[in-house]
């Protein structure tokens, strides 16, 4: 077997595909949970603690250089070690959303397979020759 005709029979197998897409909606969803975190739940966790932004919190470890702006992005600029301890609060937040999000569709979803499996399955048919034999048997015991 060709690596060609080994590798189109790897891809074309529906776990591989199945993975694939999974992956792209994962980043897509990554992206709408950044967003919502960004956009909405931090500004509002930051108006009740004060600040606005929380991805300018910064420490300065090092001395700043003449001429550099005290803000965050000069000083990275500059070399300057800074501990970015906001943008790590936005990315501790944004994960803790996500989990969660993906903590209810898991829950959800095992939820509907529960379901599925309480359900209890059909009674399989007899085979022909059983249920010919218990008809024999049926009419021999009528008077």
Not at 44 to 70: E, H, I, Q, R
Not at 119 to 134: N, T
Request: net charge positive.
């Amino acid at each position: 077997m060709s690596i060609l005709s080994e590798f189109k029979e790897f891809a074309v197998k529906g776990n591989v595909i199945d993975l694939a897409v999974g992956v792209i909606i994962g980043a897509a969803f990554g992206k709408i949970v950044d967003s919502i975190v960004a956009d909405i739940i931090m500004p509002v966790v930051g108006l009740v603690f004060g600040k606005l932004d929380f991805s300018n919190l910064y420490v300065v470890l090092g001395t700043v250089p003449a001429g550099v702006a005290n803000n965050l992005a000069d000083l990275k600029k500059a070399g300057v070690p800074v501990l970015a301890y906001g943008n790590f609060i936005t990315i501790a937040v944004n994960f803790v959303i996500l989990a969660f999000i993906i903590f209810m569709m898991v829950k959800q979803i095992n939820k509907l397979r529960k379901t599925h499996a309480e359900a209890p399955a059909a009674p399989v048919a007899p085979p022909e020759d059983i249920a010919l034999l218990r008809e024999i048997r049926d009419s021999l015991k009528r008077p």
